[in-house]
């Protein structure tokens, strides 16, 4: 069984044109599906999207998986979750450089992949606890690693306490400066 996205869009919007708005289903904030009949096992869904802009783009998902198993909507999800996947992978070869393995035994590319999996988990925990409320709430991981991982800041223990200097502090790291510094946790009290 598969799921796959047709090549052309011009020939998903030609069979789109004498659909009707309202046979659309909608599966996303700016998303709706239509199923074309058929019944010859290949299943062909055309993707309505409105863009950014206003206009609308037509894409096809094609599939062999029946109905009774996954309908249109399950369909475009499932398709969606594949290409989260992939999107991930893309960023994960870009901003951990995973596409330059240091090594090619098994088990060093296996303690590697460990490590940038735990690094990206990590990063996407420091981002919904301590970043969350601030303008980098929704920031990539990759803005965060590029741009914040050039930061240079220098640690001076102090008798007040410890300090962090950063010279030439840049609006983002002003952003994580400040997010640091406010405490996040509740003090905890207990009578006994």
Known sequence: MFITKGYSTTSAA???KDIPYSEYTQVANSVWVYELPG????????VQTLSRNGKIKYSLLITNIPRSQMNSVEAFHFYNKRQTIEAFFKMA????HIKNL??????????????????HN???????????????????VGVLIKKLGNTRG?????AE??????????????????ALSEPRYIQLSFDL
């Open 14 to 16: 030609n069979l789109a």
């Open 161 to 178: 306490g410890i300090v962090v200097q950063i010279p030439t502090i840049t609006r983002l790291a002003k952003i994580i400066a400040d």
């Open 102 to 119: 240091r090594t090619t035994k098994f088990y060093g590319i296996y303690a590697f992949l460990w490590l940038v999996f735990m690094t």
């Open 39 to 46: 019944d010859s096992g290949l299943r062909k869904i055309i």
């Open 93 to 96: 070869k870009n901003v951990y």
């Open 154 to 158: 220098f640690v001076k223990r102090t």
């Open 122 to 140: 990590l990063i996407s925990c420091f981002k919904s606890n301590t970043l969350s409320h601030t303008e980098l709430e929704n920031a990539g």
